[in-house]
């Protein structure tokens, strides 16, 4: 069980790729020079030419005790990466992409405004939804909408940051789900 944060639409979402993460193969990472390899990676008989087993990034993520993430604050520090239907998927669009990133920045929530921006140029509606998976029963969806003249990096976080466990405690213990609708105007 986990949150998710993801985006849905009628027309298609680009996948958008994190371009300070690589996925690369045990020779690739070797050839860069990369330490602390697991031994079972280089143990004989595995595939050093096998692809993407090797995450490799160019800034470091730390968390302190207290759960505070610094990682170094790039605003291009996110992925949106598409995925199937799943049984808490309550959306009724097509395409979906979730959101992937360390934490909220006001730089990452403009880049994200402004490809939501973009999918308007060819749809009339956005979503993002906040949803906690591994739910057995139907949730209580809690909508909004807003124009995207009006969508500010604040909304972003507020959704982002909606702690659907909790919620479900003033929902007589059902699920909740947050859905944020952004209207082309």
Not at 164 to 180: C, H, I, M, S
């Amino acid at each position: 069980m986990s949150y998710l944060t993801y985006l849905a639409s009628d027309y298609p979402l680009e996948e958008v790729k994190n371009p300070h993460d690589r996925l690369l193969s045990v020779n690739e990472a070797l050839a860069l020079g990369v330490k602390d390899i697991p031994e079972e990676l280089l143990a004989p008989g595995f595939d050093r030419d096998k692809p993407e087993v090797i995450l490799c990034a160019d800034r470091r993520v730390d968390m302190d005790l207290l759960g505070r993430v610094t990682d170094g604050d790039y605003d291009d520090d996110f992925c949106l990466t598409p995925f199937e239907e799943g049984e808490d998927v309550y959306t009724q669009k097509a395409y979906k992409v979730a959101l992937g990133w360390h934490r909220f920045t006001r730089g990452r929530a403009e880049k994200i405004i402004e490809y939501i921006k973009e999918n308007l140029r060819h749809t009339d509606q956005v979503e993002i939804w906040r949803i906690w998976m591994g739910t057995d029963e139907t949730p209580t969806i809690c909508s909004l909408t807003v124009p995207v003249s009006k969508l500010t990096a604040q909304d972003i976080y507020e959704i982002d940051n909606r702690d659907v466990v909790d919620a479900a405690k003033f929902f007589g213990g059902l699920p909740v789900q947050y859905r944020l609708v952004i209207t082309a105007e």
